[in-house]
């Protein structure tokens, strides 16, 4: 399976709303606070970027105002194109004034994280991962800590945004299996997150089920994708200026 990634900064995205549709317009003029504000037009230019150079249309606010993100009732990002639902599957990450969009074009499982690579505490190892998962970190050299734990934590947060559940579900409910723990730092290394199941609710999600994916670990950021069917490594999009044609890299 075909799986596109872009990311972009805050300073990408434009002083204007011109890019918005009305109803984005409408739902951004309601947040009342900055960080959140700034989040949510990062996260939405990511992805128009992203659809406009997938869906073969130009780069130019007339057109991103056509192609809206709206949340699914589970809050999963959908896109809708002139008011049409999209037949694909987005996922959306933001994290330091960093935003990353992973995209397939057909109606698939997928999710993607990004993570700073930073120090965790004992309290949150124990709190959030598996026996398994602690158990890797115990045996893990000091100096790797801080990326093996934001691997795990972003591999948790990608299957459980490709269930369509996000953090309503228990993090323990997950196990990252990294399949290597050197990664080729101009590519993407393989790794498997198995879902086992939610005891602590009502779980309405199949269980015992193992998602494939990649990592990457570069500039600081570990970058995680998971999905079903097994996704081929991340392919980067490259993307043109605002305001030009966009030519079609997603066959």
């Keep these: 399976m075909n799986v596109y ?13 011109a890019w918005l549709s009305a109803s984005e317009a409408a739902c951004l003029e309601g947040m009342r606070f900055p960080k959140r504000r700034a989040d949510w037009r990062l996260g939405r230019w990511t992805a128009k970027r992203a659809l406009s150079v997938c869906l073969d249309v130009p780069a130019r606010s007339p057109v991103f105002k056509r192609i ?12 809708f194109f002139d ?17 990353a969009c992973t995209l397939a074009l057909s109606e698939v499982e997928l999710g993607c994280d990004l993570e700073l690579i930073e120090p965790r505490s004992d309290a949150f190892v124990d709190d959030y991962f598996t026996l398994e ?55 993407w290394s393989e790794l498997r997150v198995r879902y086992v199941g939610d005891r602590s609710a009502e779980d309405r999600y199949p ?29 980067h999009l490259p993307i043109p200026l605002y305001d030009s044609d966009a030519a079609s890299l997603c066959g």
Excluded: Y
């Design 133 to 187: 998962e602690q158990a890797l970190v115990a045996h893990a050299a000091a100096a790797d800590r801080p990326r093996l734990l934001a691997l795990l934590w972003g591999g948790k947060e990608s299957a459980l945004k490709a269930l369509r559940a996000g953090l309503r579900l228990d993090t323990r409910s997950v196990i990252v299996i990294p399949c290597a723990m050197s990664p080729d730092l101009k590519g």
């Design 68 to 79: 809206e993100i709206r949340a699914a009732s589970s809050g999963a990002p959908t896109v």
């Design 207 to 235: 269980g015992d089920r193992v998602f494939h994916g990649w990592w990457q670990c570069a500039d600081g950021l570990v970058r995680t994708v998971a999905g079903a069917p097994a996704p081929d490594p991340p392919i």
């Design 5 to 17: 990634w872009l990311e972009q900064t805050e300073t990408d995205v434009p002083a204007e709303n």
């Design 83 to 99: 008011n049409q639902l999209a037949a694909l599957t987005i996922s959306l990450s933001h994290r330091a004034g960093i935003a």
